[in-house]
């Protein structure tokens, strides 16, 4: 595993720490829970561009190639990746709240 493979997850999880600080700062809720809320949003708008991207006339659709059951069967090998992911985060931060 190199460096430059762990920069996104690094840099994501820096800017929503940064954000969940500004929220207690400004707001006086826990920081944990904001930054997790924060990630939550992150993930969830990733997904959602994911596979719109993937669709008939979006911005990563190739005919013949991300159409084919193989493609298919990757995006939703990474749909179920990045929602366990999200599943994981929306109960760490109800955990973390309480």
Not at 22 to 32: R, T
Not at 79 to 93: D, E, H, P, R, T
Request: charged share 15%.
């Amino acid at each position: 595993m190199k460096i430059a493979d762990i920069k996104p997850a690094a840099i994501m999880i820096s800017v929503c720490a940064l954000i969940g600080v500004a929220i207690d700062y400004f707001a006086g809720f826990y920081w944990l829970t904001a930054m997790l809320i924060a990630m939550i949003a992150v993930l969830i708008n990733g997904l959602v561009i994911f596979n719109e991207d993937l669709e008939p006339d979006g911005f990563d659709y190739e005919a013949g190639v991300t159409d084919t059951k193989q493609a298919k069967a990757e995006q939703r090998k990474a749909n179920l990746i990045q929602v366990s992911i999200i599943i994981a985060l929306v109960i760490g931060a109800i955990w973390s709240h309480i």
